[in-house]
């Protein structure tokens, strides 16, 4: 479950820095299946950044505590993800600084790192990834019964010939 939500974390934050945003809130979502006849459990939780951020590492530690916070054991659960919040745009100029919290001093620095695991990560296959999500298998949605996507995809439409 932890490799899971490493890996959704992972390319939540890819897709926030392509999009030029940064992130305020990161939540958490467990749930079990419920089509099975099994005890149910759905959870959620969503906690505040200090300092608003794009890196992969802040999402993945805020989001491993609040796994510890929502999981029971016990409970067959079926999907585990995480939702950025409170999105803005990422403004390099400045970053507003709190009193109990230092990382908005490292997220210049921080921001330069990611942009060169993106980088690394679009040049290679196996680039650069956190070490919960290297020794996992592949946890994208499986598609084998989706639809077709034809109003929104042209390489997708069907192609009459006369």
């Known amino acids: ?15 926030l820095r392509r999009q030029g945003s940064q992130a305020n809130v990161v939540g958490v979502f467990l749930r079990t299946n419920r089509y099975k006849q ?3 459990l759905n ?4 906690v505040p950044l200090m300092c608003p951020s794009q890196d992969n590492y802040k999402f993945i530690d ?7 916070l929502i999981y029971k ?4 659960y079926q999907k585990v993800g995480v939702i950025l919040d ?8 400045g970053f507003q600084l709190d009193m109990f919290d230092t990382s908005a001093f490292d997220e210049a620095k921080r921001r330069e790192l990611m942009a060169i695991t993106d980088m690394m990560n679009a040049k290679f296959k196996n680039g650069i990834k956190p070490a919960s999500v290297i020794a996992t298998s592949n946890w994208h949605m499986k598609q084998a ?5 034809w109003t929104t995809r042209l390489d997708e439409l069907p192609i009459a010939k006369c």
Not at 43 to 46: E, I, P, Q, V
């Open 1 to 15: 479950m932890k490799s899971a939500l490493g890996f959704h974390c992972q390319r939540a934050g890819e897709k």
């Open 38 to 40: 099994l005890p149910q």
């Open 43 to 46: 959870r959620s939780s969503a």
């Open 62 to 68: 805020s989001a491993l505590q609040q796994l510890k």
């Open 73 to 76: 054991p016990g409970y067959e």
């Open 86 to 93: 409170e999105l803005t745009p990422a403004i390099d100029e």
């Open 145 to 149: 019964f989706r639809s077709n996507r």
